[in-house]
């Protein structure tokens, strides 16, 4: 009987959550059931440290699972911003391949950049321009090596920067053309900014060869106006034939001023509606002004087209 109490007198002492009032009394009940039956072979000791045990698991049960599930979690979350630090250090780590260089084909005479006796892209216009989709809209890309190699093999082409990788194009190249061991005709994904870009070429999904080349800032441009010809490209104090291209503005003629970075106009032009064409994409007339533009030296400036204004750039 004095077990007994001293049992009834532990289970008043454990925590309130840990068992309910009825299922104390349960418990307490079989113990003394089984004191009935077993007299002097009862050990309070033992059932104390059962009653222990049994407490442990209810209360574990209990919070130990949301205790686990929240270290997984934090486990998880920790590899993956590691992974994502050590992508971004890799990514600002890059090396990049020797730039490409321009060459001319012994049987054309045509001109081609990158890596004389590998690859290289027919030099249609001098420079790539971020964000325009009109100057890789159409790339003839040259091949040299083993033919057998080459021709009827996937290829891809990939650019990368410090920021992003992006996949320009990909296929099966075709025979060589003009001394070349394969080629293919194109077209790449637009450039989403300027500045430095590797190019790697891969054939049968293994490196061929890779160059770097530098991309421009995109053109100035307005809300219905773009100018169709890097200012980079254009020489100091020499007026430089200039297309501009409008999307909704059907006129005869157009005003367009240099304003230098106080926004004061330096030269007023006057340009002229050349012709329209038909955007493929939409479906709608794109109209081309055509004129004369100059920049007395090297620095930063706006235009106003139509009334319009172009954000800042420079030559």
């Known amino acids: 009987m004095r077990e007994t109490e001293q049992i009834k007198e532990s289970l008043k002492s454990l925590p309130k959550y840990s068992l309910s009032k009825k299922q104390r009394q349960n418990i307490l009940s079989k113990l003394q059931q089984n004191s009935t039956y077993k007299g002097k072979s009862f050990k309070p000791a033992v059932a104390i440290g059962s009653l222990s045990v049994i407490l442990f698991i209810l209360v574990f049960s209990q919070f130990g699972g949301n205790f686990i599930q929240e270290l997984a979690m934090n486990s998880e979350s920790s590899e993956m911003e590691s992974s994502i630090a050590d992508k971004a250090e890799m990514s600002?780590?890059?090396?990049?391949?020797?730039?490409?260089?321009?060459?001319?084909?012994?049987?054309?005479?045509?001109?081609?950049?990158?890596?004389?006796?590998?690859?290289?892209?027919?030099?249609?216009?001098?420079?790539?321009?971020?964000?325009?989709?009109?100057?890789?809209?159409?790339?003839?890309?040259?091949?040299w090596g083993n033919p057998e190699e080459l021709a009827g093999k996937d290829y891809e082409i990939e650019a990368a920067n410090n920021n992003e990788r992006i996949i320009l194009s990909e296929g099966i190249l075709s025979e060589g053309l003009y001394g070349d061991d394969a080629h293919v005709l194109t077209q790449f994904t637009p450039f989403p900014e300027e500045g430095l870009w590797q190019l790697s070429f891969?054939?049968?999904?293994?490196?061929?060869?890779?160059?770097?080349?530098?991309?421009?800032?995109?053109?100035?441009?307005?809300?219905?106006?773009?100018?169709?010809?890097?200012p980079k490209e254009m020489d100091i104090r020499k007026e430089t034939d200039m297309t501009i291209e409008s999307s909704g503005k059907d006129k005869k003629k157009i005003g367009v001023q240099l304003l230098n970075e106080d926004g004061k106009t330096v030269s007023e032009h006057t340009f002229v509606q050349e012709t329209e064409h038909i955007d493929a994409s939409t479906n709608s007339p794109i109209y081309i002004y055509g004129g004369k533009l100059s920049f007395p030296e090297k620095g930063t400036w706006k235009l106003k087209i139509d009334g319009e204004e172009t954000g800042s750039f420079e030559n």
């Open 92 to 143: 600002l780590d890059m090396e990049y391949a020797a730039e490409g260089r321009t060459f001319t084909l012994p049987d054309t005479k045509q001109e081609v950049f990158g890596i004389e006796g590998k690859v290289g892209i027919l030099n249609v216009f001098d420079h790539f321009v971020a964000e325009d989709p009109r100057r890789v809209a159409k790339l003839m890309i040259f091949f």
């Open 202 to 230: 891969y054939v049968d999904g293994q490196l061929f060869d890779k160059f770097s080349l530098e991309v421009l800032p995109p053109f100035p441009k307005t809300e219905n106006y773009t100018l169709e010809k890097s």
